[in-house]
C-alpha cells in the first residue's frame, strides 16, 4: 500500500482533504498568527521548585544521539546537536536519555549521569539561553539494555511476545532488591543533575524501557507487580524520593501514554500485529486487545502525577522497537521496522488525540505533546490549531529539529519555512544507530551528509535493500 507523501500535499486545502478522506480527526489552523498563541508563555506549577515558565510553545523532545564516549561522557558530536537545540529558540529543551548507571544504557555510547561527568553536563546547561527551560532525562533501558556490543536485557516480567527478540529470559528479570537499589540511583542522579544546573528531571516511563514496561508487570508477584498501585511503585518511589532529597528540582514525566502489541514485518514487509487471538494485556493505555487505546489507567496515573506534585508530562506513545509506526509515524521505515500498516498521518492523529484527552481532563499539568515531524510542512498549522484548542500546552518537536533546528524561531518571528530543511521521515537517524553508527540526520544536516559514518549507512542500505 503506497501512502500521499504529505510533501506531495503543495497546499493546505489539499492537506485537509486528504486528511478528511483518511476519517481523522487532526485540527489544523487556517494560517498560524506572528506573536500567536505559539508566542504565548505557559507555566507549570511543581511542588517543589515552585512555578516555571517557558517563553513559548516549542519544546524540543529528548533524543540521544548513540554518540557519547565509552565511558558515558559527553563528545563533541554531543555539544554540537545540545547546541543547536540552544540556538533553536524552543522555549523548553527535554535533554536527552541519560541512564543513571553504565549497564543500564541502551548502548554503549549512550550519556551516563555520573561524579565524571557532571562537570561537562553543567557547561552543556550553561550553553541554553536564560529563559530557556533545560531538564533531563533519567534512565535505566531494562529490556533494552546494552552497555555492550551484546544486549543483557533486564527486564520487569517474563514476557511472551518480546522475550524471544530481545534476547530475555527468566534470568533477566530484576528481583525486587534490585528495583530497591535502581530507585536509589535514579536519586543519585538526580542529585548530580540539580548539581548541574537542570531546572528538572524526567523519570523516564516510555517506549518499552524498564519504568514503562514495569506499568504492564500485572503478572509480577511482589510490591513492584499486581494492581496499579504496585506498577507504579517504583516510579512513586524515585519521585518521592527526590522530593525528599532535593526540595528545589522539579520533576517531570515522560509516558507512552498508551500502547500497543509488537508489529512485525508481514506481506509486502508491511507491518502486521504479531498476534490477533484478540488479548494482550501487555500494553499500558491499551484496550486488552492488543490494537486499541483505552487511556483509563493513564488518567489514574495522571491523577497520581498531581498528586505527587508533578506539574510537567510529556506524551508518546508505544516503543520504537516493536511498534516504531505509533511511536514515531514514517514514511520510510528503519532498517529493523517494517512498511507503515497505516497512512503515517493516522499515527500522528492518535498520539494527537490522546494527548487532547489527557489535557482536557488534567488541567493541572503541563502537557508536551510528540509525534508532529511526520506533518512537514504542515506542522506549525496543526500546531497552532492543537495549541489554540489547548489540545496541548507545548508542541514537542523530535526528528524535525535534527534536519531543521531553527524551525521554532523562524515559525515564532513568522518567517518562511525553509522547506529543504525539513524532515521527511527517511528514519536514517534510526537505521544508523541499529547499525552501531552514530545517530544524525543524514540525508538532510550537511554536517552529516559530509561525516565519514555516511558511506557506512549506505553500505547498511544498500545491504538491506538485497535481502
Ligand atoms: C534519533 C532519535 C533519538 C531519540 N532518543 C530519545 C530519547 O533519548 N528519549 C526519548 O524519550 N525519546 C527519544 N526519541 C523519541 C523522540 O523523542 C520522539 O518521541 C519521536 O521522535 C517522535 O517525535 P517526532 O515525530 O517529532 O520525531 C528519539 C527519537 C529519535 C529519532
Ligand atoms: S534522518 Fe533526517 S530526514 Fe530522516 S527521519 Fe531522521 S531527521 Fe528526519
Not at 548507571?101 to 536564560?130: C, I, K, W, Y
Not at 526528528?399 to 525539513?422: F, K
Request: charged content about 20%; proline content about 7%; hydrophobic content about 40%.
Amino acid at each position: 500500500m503506497r501512502y500521499t507523501q504529505v510533501k506531495n500535499l503543495k497546499t493546505l486545502d489539499a492537506f485537509r482533504e486528504h486528511v478528511d478522506g483518511l476519517d481523522i480527526a487532526l485540527p489544523i489552523a487556517d494560517r498560524v498568527e506572528p506573536n500567536g498563541v505559539l508566542s504565548t508563555p505557559i507555566s507549570f506549577v511543581d511542588a517543589s521548585a515552585g512555578t516555571l515558565t517557558a517563553p513559548n510553545r516549542f519544546a524540543i523532545l529528548p533524543m540521544e544521539g548513540w554518540d557519547g564516549s565509552l565511558d558515558g561522557g559527553i563528545t563533541d558530536l554531543v555539544r554540537r546537536r545540545w547546541g543547536r537545540f540552544a540556538a533553536s529558540g524552543a522555549g523548553l529543551v527535554w535533554a536527552e536519555a541519560t541512564a543513571v548507571r553504565h549497564d543500564g544504557r541502551a548502548n554503549p555510547n549512550q550519556l551516563v549521569m555520573s561524579d565524571a561527568t557532571v562537570d561537562d553536563f553543567a557547561a552543556l546547561r550553561r550553553g541554553f539561553a536564560e529563559d530557556q527551560i533545560v531538564g533531563l532525562q533519567l534512565t535505566h533501558s531494562g529490556r533494552y539494555c546494552r552497555p555492550v556490543a551484546a544486549p543483557i536485557p533486564r527486564t520487569a516480567y517474563e514476557h511472551p511476545r518480546l522475550d524471544g527478540p530481545s534476547g530475555a529470559d527468566a534470568s533477566s528479570v530484576l528481583s525486587d532488591d534490585e528495583l530497591d537499589g535502581l530507585v536509589g540511583d535514579f536519586l543519585t542522579a538526580a542529585h548530580l543533575a540539580r548539581q548541574a544546573g537542570f531546572d528538572f528531571v524526567d523519570v523516564k516511563a516510555c517506549h518499552g524501557y524498564l519504568g514503562h514496561e514495569l506499568l504492564s508487570a500485572h503478572d509480577r508477584p511482589g510490591k513492584y507487580g499486581g494492581d496499579l498501585m504496585g506498577r507504579t511503585l517504583f516510579l512513586r518511589n524515585i519521585v518521592e524520593g527526590i522530593r525528599r532529597e532535593l526540595p528545589d528540582l522539579a520533576v517531570a514525566l515522560r509516558l507512552s501514554i498508551f500502547d500497543l502489541m509488537p508489529f512485525t514485518p508481514g506481506e509486502g514487509h508491511v507491518g502486521r500485529p504479531v498476534d490477533s487471538d484478540g488479548s494482550y494485556p501487555y500494553a499500558f493505555g491499551g484496550d486488552g486487545t492488543g490494537l486499541g487505546v483505552d487511556l483509563t489507567e493513564t488518567h489514574t496515573l495522571m491523577q497520581m502525577a498531581a498528586d505527587l506534585g508533578i506539574g510537567l508530562v510529556c506524551t508518546t506513545a508505544g516503543s520504537p522497537y516493536y511498534v516504531p509506526h505509533v511511536q514515531r509515524p514514517a514514511f520510510f521505515p528503519p532498517s529493523d521496522g517494517y512498511k507503515p500498516p497505516e497512512d503515517p498521518l493516522v499515527g500522528v492523529a492518535r498520539q494527537v488525540a490522546a494527548t487532547a484527552e489527557l489535557a482536557h481532563a488534567h488541567p493541572e499539568i503541563v502537557f508536551v505533546g510528540s509525534g508532529y515531524s511526520y506533518l512537514q510542512q504542515w506542522l506549525p498549522e496543526v500546531a497552532e490549531a492543537v495549541v489554540g484548542a489547548d489540545d496541548v500546552a507545548m508542541v514537542g518537536l523530535g526528528r524535525m529539529v535534527l534536519s531543521y533546528p531553527d524551525m521554532p524561531a523562524d515559525v515564532l518571528a513568522g518567517r518562511e519555512l525553509q522547506t529543504r530543511l525539513l524532515c521527511r521521515t527517511f528514519s536514517d537517524c534510526t537505521t544508523a544507530p541499529r547499525a552501531g553508527l552514530v545517530s544524525g540526520c543524514f540525508p538532510i544536516d550537511p554536517f552529516y551528509k559530509e561525516h565519514p559514518q555516511r558511506v557506512e549507512l549506505a553500505a547498511v542500505k544498500r545491504e538491506l535493500r538485497t535481502r
